[in-house]
Every structure is written in C-alpha cells, then in structure tokens.
T-cell receptor, first 112, second 114 residues
Framework: SQQGEEDPQALSIQEGENATMNCSYK?????LQWYRQNSGRGLVHLIL?????REKHSGRLRVTLDTSKKSSSLLITASRAADTASYFC????????????FGEGTQLTVNP | DAGITQSPRHKVTETGTPVTLRCHQT?????MYWYRQDPGHGLRLIHY???????DKGEVSDGYSVSRSKTEDFLLTLESATSSQTSVYFC?????????????FGDGTRLSIL
C-alpha cells in the first residue's frame, strides 16, 4: 500500500513561476524525503526533512513538514525548463526499519 | 553521481525463462535495494540487503529472489518470469540505514516479458 500520496498528479507551469507539490501520508514517520526523476533516469535525492523539523531550504527548493496534518510540501521557486521531471516523496515510517515508502509522484512540466 | 551500474539496461525475454539483473556499486555502501516502478504504483521495494549475505523482503517480493555475495554486487533473480513482472527495475544504495539518509539510484533496467 502507498504511504505517501502526491498532489497534484501533474502540474504545468511557465518558466519563472513557482511550483508547489504536496505529499500526504498515513502513519508516524522518522523523516520524509523528496526525490526528482528525469525521464529515463534514476531518482535523485533532493531534500530530507526529519520529523522534528518544520521547514528546510536547499537553493530554490523549500520543503515544509506538518506532522499534525501528516503532510509535506515541496516548493520550487523561479522554475526553469530543466526542472521538468517527476517528483516523489518518500517516507521513513517509525516501524519500517531501513525501508522507504514512495508515493506515485507529481509530473512537473515547465514550459519555456 | 554515485557509482551504481545496472546491467543489462534493457532486456526482452519470454514467459517462463529465468532472468538475473545485476547491480554493481563502487561506493562500498552497506545497504542495497531493488525496486520496481510501474505506472500508477510509484516505486515499490522488492528486496533489500543490509550486508553481505544479509537480505530481507520488501513489499512485493513474491516471484523474486536476491543474493549478495560481495559488498559491491546485488543480484535480483526472477526464477520463472511472468508478464506481470514487466517493469522498470531500479537498484539503490545507501551508506547505512536507508530510512535515515538519502538513497542513491542507478538508471534502471527496462525488462519486458512477452
């Protein structure tokens, strides 16, 4: 069963706009991670946010975590065509040991 | 990029034949994972390894077996391939427990079973 669910499933924006993707999950977690996947390639790690953190930044990326609502968001500011990719959240559940559970992803298209 | 090589990158085979996929890493990481990616399901964990000869099942392990005889190699075997195992298979590694740190992925093996 899927732990994380991303919303929206697909997002199309213009270059320079901000893109926001959301992830909801069901059980208590140790941390939540965001990954990017370009077409035909493997996943690339973007950010890890621990359960006791509320916000984290990395360059143009901003991730928030609300454990009371069991949700997270990924904001990409000033998007570029090169940001076109699928974005996945992955949760490390408290009871899952070494395993991550991935959502189905958001397909982001940034139009030049 | 993390040193992860998956082979083969593409394979077409017939139902009932055995198939082995290989993941090779040059990072000396302890943990290695096999996932499959299918439309509508995201990535699902098949098996993972936390050391040489130490493996455990994931969410969708039925029909798959794994072996790890060396730190750098993690093999995924489909003993008798079925059409439902047509998928893209990804190997991932992490230095220690993957739930507490990032995982690094290979570029996948596209497997088609006719």
């Amino acid at each position: 069963s899927q732990q994380g669910e991303e919303d929206p499933q697909a997002l199309s924006i213009q270059e320079g706009e901000n893109a926001t993707m959301n992830c909801s999950y069901k059980t208590s977690i140790n941390n939540l991670q965001w990954y990017r996947q370009n077409s035909g390639r493997g996943l690339v790690h973007l950010i890890l946010i621990r359960s006791n953190e509320r916000e984290k930044h990395s360059g143009r990326l901003r991730v928030t975590l609300d454990t009371s609502k069991k949700s997270s968001s990924l904001l990409i500011t000033a998007s570029r065509a090169a940001d076109t990719a699928s974005y996945f959240c992955a949760t490390a559940e408290e009871t899952s040991g070494s395993r991550l559970t991935f959502g189905e992803g958001t397909q982001l298209t940034v139009n030049p | 990029d993390a040193g992860i090589t998956q082979s083969p990158r593409h394979k077409v085979t017939e139902t009932g034949t055995p198939v082995t996929l290989r993941c090779h890493q040059t990072e000396n990481h302890r943990y290695m994972y096999w996932y499959r990616q299918d439309p509508g399901h995201g990535l699902r964990l098949i098996h993972y390894s936390y050391g040489v000869k130490d493996t455990d099942k994931g969410e969708v392990s039925d029909g798959y077996s794994v072996s790890r005889s060396k730190t750098e190699d993690f093999l995924l075997t489909l003993e008798s391939a079925t059409s439902s195992q047509t998928s893209v298979y990804f190997c991932a590694i992490s230095e220690w427990g993957g739930a507490y740190q990032p995982q690094h992925f290979g570029d996948g093996t596209r497997l088609s079973i006719l």
